[in-house]
């Protein structure tokens, strides 16, 4: 049986169709990246930023763009402000970012070039978390700016002490932003409200002779003597 030219061309035309899919098809997915940071997204596994737990911490220090602050659990397990100044701390506000911090998890793990730190704001962190554990371990959490379309903020977990080729980043909450930047008042326990102040004694009543215990004149002396 002759095959058309038309009918021919047709099953060529299939053909190489058919071989470009499937060439599309076995290539790698490319990964998500960030041309301008140069950033690559190593895993989108939700995992915590740390291990321990809230009770766990003893101790840590907050610096921010504005000021340094030290707190420390004393012996009954209230929190303290150590500095910048000493008076006890406000426990919610605490409680509020030691949550983030312990029970936070990050939706994202890239890396990038150590080129791209300023980008991620890691040369003037949005802060830098240094925590104390109860069995004196150490942890740090540097915070730095916002992802492009401000639904998380970068930040390190544990970073090397030295420098390196590259950054490892994780995705955190943007919460923390709220958390580390408040008034210095909001981190120290309010002072008691409602606290009534003892009422004023009342003035004692004076005392008052009783007409009883006046004492009566003297007949005898306010009588003339008799000539």
Do not use: C
Request: glycine share 4%.
């Amino acid at each position: 049986m002759k095959i058309k030219p038309s009918t021919l061309a047709l099953v060529l035309v299939a053909l190489g169709l058919g071989g470009i899919v499937l060439l599309v098809q076995q290539q790698p997915a490319p990964q998500s990246s960030n041309s301008e940071a140069g950033e690559q997204v190593v895993s989108e596994e939700e995992k915590p930023i740390f291990g321990f737990k809230e009770e766990d911490i003893q101790a840590f220090t907050l610096q921010t763009r504005l000021r340094t602050l030290r707190f420390e659990r004393d012996k009954d397990g209230k929190w303290q402000m150590l500095e910048p100044e000493k008076t006890a701390a406000s426990d919610p506000s605490i409680a509020f970012l030691l949550d983030l911090v312990a029970t936070g998890k990050t939706q994202r793990t890239i890396t990038a070039p150590a080129s791209d730190r300023e980008q991620f704001g890691l040369h003037q962190p949005l802060a830098t978390i240094d925590l104390t554990l109860k069995d004196q371990k150490t942890h740090k959490l540097v915070i730095g700016e916002y992802d492009f379309n401000r639904s998380f903020l970068y930040a390190q977990a544990d970073p090397p002490a030295e420098a390196t080729d590259s950054l490892n980043l994780l995705l955190v909450s943007p919460n923390f932003d709220n958390a580390v930047n408040r008034p210095l008042d909001e981190w120290k326990q309010p002072a008691t409200a409602g606290k009534s102040s003892p009422a004023p004694a009342s003035p004692k009543a004076s005392p008052q002779t009783s007409p009883a215990a006046s004492p009566s004149p003297n007949p005898a002396a306010s009588e003339s003597p008799s000539n």
